[in-house]
């Protein structure tokens, strides 16, 4: 699934293609990935395209009516799985699974294809978008080291978990989560709440570096993703982690591991990233094993 990298990549191409183009007409293919088809039948037409952005895994198309009509309602897109947004030339024949054509004033199409339909598009008017927006947690890439800090020790989840919590750190997935922790030496099973304030600083640090790096290698192409030009990303030949079980860590050679953290592959160097520790056994615990044993012997 596309992450913010890949995201951002995307959203930075559309915006250098479509940004300012005026939408003509909508046609519409499969709609179950759409929360209300008829809304943007009803709303999108004669509607310009302000501006592309990213909000954690999604793209926003920021809309206004005419050329000096403030932005304000929007178009919000999620990619799922194999989801692409890209324009093409109207007189070319649409690809397999294309579900969304827009019309473009320039006589192109901005088209929506998705073989799994597991993402999502939904128009919001201006006064709508603040509550959908408001479930997702802070960017990644604009958290200060401070905030980052203090919502480790507000989870009491593993660190895993919570890199992947978007109500928590938006955009963040399973790929930079890992790359992350490889890269700050942390175990993917640590408890958040328990990282000191150095281990933090470089998990902070960590993130926001790879995040940064994928980004400029326009994110990775795992098996769908390609940016608005059709071009896959490269950031895929420098994982350290992520798909790696079995092969040898760049930095100490140990043979990478996998191991399920919340749900999801985690991909981890046993040496590097050392293990949380196991509670000790309370005292009262303790005597009363040695008490079992004691009378198993007589």
Not at 98 to 107: A, E, S, Y
Not at 169 to 185: K, P, Q, T
């Amino acid at each position: 699934m596309p992450e913010l990298p890949e995201v951002e990549t995307l959203a930075r191409g559309l915006q250098q293609t479509v940004a300012g183009r005026r939408i003509v007409a909508v046609t519409l293919g499969k709609t179950d990935f759409i929360d209300d088809p008829a809304a943007l039948e009803q709303f999108l037409p004669g509607r310009a395209i302000e501006r592309v952005e990213r909000f954690g895994k999604f793209m926003l198309l920021r809309l206004r009516t005419g050329v000096d009509s403030a932005a304000g309602d929007s178009l919000l897109v999620h990619l799922g799985m194999t989801g692409h947004l890209s324009p093409h030339p109207a007189a070319e024949p649409s690809s397999k699974h294309t579900h969304v054509r827009f019309l473009l004033d320039n006589g192109r199409e901005l088209r929506y294809t998705d073989a799994r339909r597991f993402g999502r598009m939904a128009y919001f008017a201006a006064e709508q978008l603040p509550a959908e927006l408001g479930r997702f947690g802070a960017d990644p890439l604009e958290i200060t080291e401070f905030e980052f800090f203090a919502l480790l020790k507000s989870r009491k989840s593993r660190i895993k978990a919570l890199l992947l919590d978007q109500s928590a750190l938006r955009g963040v997935g399973n790929i930079y989560a890992d790359e992350s922790l490889w890269r700050a030496r942390i175990h993917p099973k640590r408890v958040a709440a328990n990282l000191s304030s150095q281990e933090a600083k470089k998990l902070h640090k960590s993130l926001q570096q790879i995040l940064r790096e994928a980004i400029a290698l326009r994110g990775s192409s795992i098996s769908d993703f390609l940016d608005a030009e059709g071009e896959p990303g490269e950031y895929q030949r420098h994982h350290r982690a992520y798909g790696r079980e079995a092969e040898p860590c760049y930095r100490c050679k140990t043979l990478i591991r996998r191991a399920i953290v919340a749900g999801r592959s985690s991909y981890f160097c046993p040496n590097c990233q050392r293990p949380p520790r196991l509670p000790r056994p309370a005292a009262r615990h303790r005597r009363r094993v040695t008490h079992k044993r004691r009378a198993a012997s007589q």
